[in-house]
């Protein structure tokens, strides 16, 4: 991907984190501190700081509190990710997403989260790869699963698709927030190492060098949706309901 492509995706999104202050907040009157208060700053923390400034020390500052305070809510800091996890699926509002047929409700969520991804990275980081039991994770869970219901699959087949979807968009929503996360020169290390592939040389990587230019100049969202593309026509071919006519809205392919 070009590097001011890189530069923008991620600037577009959010301003990359300063130098952590050091200043306390004033501190919270005894009682007023409870889970709901100690997500939402723990989110603000991870936009603002991203994962490196996301430390229990660093949310009892902008809490205004001591970080031992945390721990009589949350039973560790794993307790705590598990919480945000499902506030950032919350927030997503998964069961608000519908589109006049099955397949356009998979490309609605798939895109939502693609782009969530991109807006808050060091959430996206976090917490992709943790499952919360928790009433929106089972609110989101059991929208996704309905829809494949929709397109006409048993409750177990359902079950499959619905892992391998959500194991899809938040695998590829995760991969392009970690590389932001971790920040300009990360991103434009790795713009650099793609436009390396132009000098690829031929006799060696004859195949590499048919396509360099392509390699070079690789879009994340066109990645993405060409990606999508594939997992969505292959679920097409199988469902027992089709969508007539819906099937021309599926992404990245004529």
């Not at 899809?168 to 300009?184: C, K, N, S, V």
Request: charged share 20%; proline share 6%.
């Amino acid at each position: 991907m070009p590097l001011t492509k890189a530069l923008t995706d991620a600037g577009a999104h959010r301003t990359l984190w300063p130098a952590m202050s050091t200043t306390r907040k004033r501190p919270l009157p005894r009682g007023t501190l409870d889970r709901e208060r100690i997500v939402a700053a723990s989110l603000r923390l991870l936009d603002e700081r991203g994962t490196r400034g996301f430390s229990m020390p660093a949310l009892g500052r902008e809490l205004g509190a001591d970080p031992s305070a945390v721990y009589r809510h949350f039973a560790s800091k794993d307790d705590l990710v598990l919480a945000i996890t499902d506030e950032l699926i919350a927030q997503q509002d998964i069961p608000s997403l519908r589109g006049s047929c099955w397949v356009e409700t998979l490309i609605l969520i798939a895109r939502h989260t693609w782009d969530l991804g991109a807006a808050r990275p060091a959430a996206m980081a976090l917490t992709a790869s943790r499952t919360a039991a928790m009433p929106a994770t089972f609110a989101a869970a059991n929208h996704i699963v309905g829809t494949f219901r929709e397109a006409g699959f048993d409750p177990d087949d359902a079950a499959r698709m619905y892992r391998s979807f959500v194991d899809f968009m938040l695998a590829a929503a995760q991969q392009r927030a970690t590389l932001i996360d971790l920040g300009e020169g990360t991103l434009m290390l790795d713009a650099t190492n793609e436009a390396a592939f132009r000098s690829a040389d031929p006799a060696a990587y004859p195949h590499i060098a048919a396509a360099a230019e392509t390699i070079a100049t690789r879009e994340w969202d066109d990645s993405f949706e060409l990606s999508a593309a594939l997992m969505l026509r292959g679920i097409v071919s199988l469902a027992p309901n089709r969508c007539s006519g819906h099937e021309h809205s599926l992404p990245g392919l004529p």
